[in-house]
C-alpha cells in the first residue's frame, strides 16, 4: 500500500525521468525540497515494494509497475489541476489545493472528475455557460455553524 508521501515520490521520478531521462537523488531532493538522507531512505522502500530499482551511487529506475503508478499520479494531478482551472480558480491556489486533494479522492471519483474534465473539453459551451453562471451567482460563505435549521 502507497502512503501519499510514496506517491509524491513516484510522481517525482516519473516526472524527471520524463524530463530528463534519468531521476538521482539529489534532483528528487531538490524538487520535493527534503533532505537527500531522506529521498534514499524512501527509494529503499519504495525499491523493497518494487516500484523503483536503486543502486547506490547509480541512479534510480522505475519498475514497470513504478512508472504506472508515476504515470497514474501524474495524470491524476494534472486532471485535478485542469479541473481547477475550468473552475477559475487562480493558479497559485490550485498548486496548493491540488496537493491537499490528490492523496484523498477515491479511484472513483478521480475517473468522474476525468470525465467531467473531458466532457467540459469536448463541449466548452457549457464550460462557458457554467462560467458566466458563475459569476453571475452570489458567492456565499460556507460556515461551519451553519445548520439546516438555520435555513427554515
Do not use: W
Amino acid at each position: 500500500m502507497l502512503t501519499p508521501s510514496m506517491e509524491d515520490y513516484l510522481e517525482k521520478i516519473y516526472e524527471l525521468m520524463k524530463d530528463k531521462g534519468y531521476a538521482r537523488v539529489s534532483d528528487i531532493a531538490t524538487s520535493l525540497a527534503v533532505q537527500p538522507s531522506s529521498v534514499t531512505k524512501m527509494i529503499q522502500k519504495l525499491d523493497e515494494q518494487e516500484y523503483v530499482t536503486y543502486e547506490k551511487y547509480r541512479g534510480i529506475i522505475l519498475t514497470k509497475s513504478g512508472e504506472q503508478m508515476g504515470r497514474a499520479m501524474k495524470q491524476r494531478h494534472s486532471m485535478l489541476a485542469e479541473l481547477l482551472r475550468m473552475l477559475g480558480i487562480a493558479e497559485e491556489t490550485i498548486q496548493v489545493d491540488v496537493e491537499g486533494i490528490e492523496h484523498h479522492v477515491s479511484p472513483q471519483t478521480v475517473k468522474a472528475l476525468t470525465n467531467l474534465v473531458n466532457f467540459f473539453e469536448c463541449h466548452p459551451e457549457y464550460l462557458t455557460a457554467f462560467a458566466h453562471h458563475h459569476r453571475k451567482t452570489p458567492q456565499t460563505a460556507i460556515n461551519s455553524s451553519d445548520t439546516k435549521a438555520d435555513s427554515v
